[in-house]
C-alpha cells in the first residue's frame, strides 16, 4: 500500500506533526509541517522557523562537546 501525502489535509498533517514531537523527532515534525499549505502553513511558518534554529543550536552544541572529548582525550593521552 502506498501512502500519498498530496491527499492528506491539515489535520492528516498535524497529527504526524504531534506525534513526532511527542516521540522527540523534531527533524521529522518540520519534514511533515513544510507539506502544509495555505492558511495553516502561515500558522505553522514561525513554529517550523524556531523549531530549525531549535535543531541548528543542538547541532553546534552536539559539535563543540565532541570537539572538547577530543581535546580532553587529547590531552589525557600527553599526561600518561
Known amino acids: 500500500m502506498e501512502i500519498d501525502p498530496s491527499e492528506w489535509d491539515a489535520y492528516d498533517i498535524l497529527q504526524r506533526v504531534k506525534l513526532c514531537?511527542?516521540?522527540r523527532n523534531l527533524e521529522m515534525a518540520i519534514r511533515y509541517a513544510n507539506l502544509l499549505n495555505g492558511e495553516p502553513y502561515?500558522?505553522?511558518?514561525?513554529?517550523?522557523?524556531?523549531?530549525?534554529?531549535?535543531?541548528?543550536?543542538?547541532?553546534?552544541?552536539?559539535?563543540?562537546?565532541?570537539?572538547?572529548?577530543?581535546?580532553?582525550?587529547?590531552?589525557?593521552?600527553?599526561?600518561?
Open 21 to 23: 514531537v511527542e516521540h
Open 42 to 80: 502561515v500558522v505553522a511558518k514561525d513554529w517550523i522557523k524556531d523549531a530549525r534554529e531549535h535543531l541548528e543550536v543542538k547541532q553546534v552544541l552536539e559539535l563543540v562537546q565532541t570537539k572538547i572529548a577530543s581535546i580532553n582525550l587529547h590531552q589525557l593521552s600527553f599526561s600518561a
